[in-house]
């Protein structure tokens, strides 16, 4: 397939700056083996729409208008679950939820409700909580080593813990919100650590129904593992080639 051979090289630009820090077009041209006119002629124009920026010493680095759309884009897991999210809440009928672990708090980056009935569980991407309350947390927690459970300072009883990953997920009820039940899988990376977790999460008074999905949940929660760790390896193997001269 062919491809806009200019694009390239300005995506090559943002991709420098952004691996090797400022530089003056003069050691972009030379790390990306580009004729200093070329490359002169990209950083002018990604310059003007403000994508890279200048600095005092004459080198350039990634601009505001670049950090700004950085910042409005959604967490890269929830963009990696969203369809998979979305056929878990549309076969459950419930609300399904990831969460991702940032220090010792869970954070909601990806949810879909469901249409199983009136009552529903409404979520808020952005919302936190506790790694040590929810089924969320607690199924990212489970799957922490020691170590890193230690270093958090969580109190959380240990055989709770332990019988989550038994099982390979984790149920609570009322923790988070009243009269609120969740089921909760792990998600790994590549190597085989837990960064997020996958929740099913629907009001108390349909909880006795809801473990019948947790094949589903932990079905799911491995094609989502599966499709990071294939996203993951595909930008190693892009950023190995772009590491190559030539």
């Keep these: 397939m062919e491809i806009a051979q200019t694009a390239d090289y300005a995506v090559s630009v943002l991709l420098t700056l952004e691996s090797h820090g400022?530089?003056?077009?003069?050691?972009?041209?030379?790390?990306?083996?580009?004729?200093?006119?070329?490359?002169?002629?990209?950083?002018?124009?990604?310059?003007?729409?403000?994508?890279?920026?200048?600095?005092?010493?004459?080198?350039?680095?990634?601009?505001?208008?670049?950090?700004?759309?950085?910042?409005?884009?959604?967490?890269?897991?929830?963009?990696?679950?969203?369809?998979?999210?979305?056929?878990?809440?549309?076969?459950?009928?419930?609300?399904?939820?990831?969460?991702?672990?940032?220090?010792?708090?869970?954070?909601v980056v990806a949810r879909h409700t469901g249409n199983a009935g009136p009552l529903r569980i409404e979520y808020q991407i952005g919302f936190r909580h506790s790694l040590g309350r929810g089924a969320s947390g607690l199924a990212i927690l489970?799957?922490?080593?020691?170590?890193?459970?230690?270093?958090?300072?969580?109190?959380?009883?240990?055989?709770?813990?332990?019988?989550?990953?038994?099982?390979g997920f984790a149920k609570t009820e009322s923790e988070l919100q009243d009269h609120m039940v969740g089921l909760a899988a792990p998600i790994v990376d590549g190597e085989?650590?837990?960064?997020?977790?996958?929740?099913?999460?629907?009001?108390?008074?349909?909880?006795?129904n809801l473990e019948r999905f947790v094949p589903a949940l932990m079905a799911t929660s491995q094609r989502i593992s599966d499709a990071r760790s294939v996203e993951r390896a595909s930008v190693a193997t892009a950023s190995r080639r772009e590491s190559v001269p030539g």
């Design 22 to 107: 400022p530089q003056t077009i003069a050691e972009i041209a030379t790390r990306l083996d580009l004729s200093r006119s070329v490359a002169q002629r990209i950083v002018v124009t990604l310059h003007r729409r403000a994508l890279v920026m200048r600095g005092q010493d004459g080198r350039y680095d990634l601009g505001a208008a670049l950090i700004k759309l950085a910042a409005e884009l959604p967490h890269e897991l929830a963009v990696t679950a969203r369809p998979m999210v979305r056929a878990l809440a549309e076969s459950s009928g419930e609300t399904v939820v990831v969460a991702v672990a940032e220090g010792d708090e869970a954070v």
């Design 142 to 167: 489970a799957y922490l080593s020691p170590q890193r459970r230690q270093k958090l300072g969580l109190v959380v009883d240990d055989s709770v813990l332990d019988q989550v990953a038994v099982k």
């Design 192 to 208: 085989g650590g837990v960064i997020a977790s996958l929740a099913i999460v629907a009001p108390a008074g349909r909880a006795e």
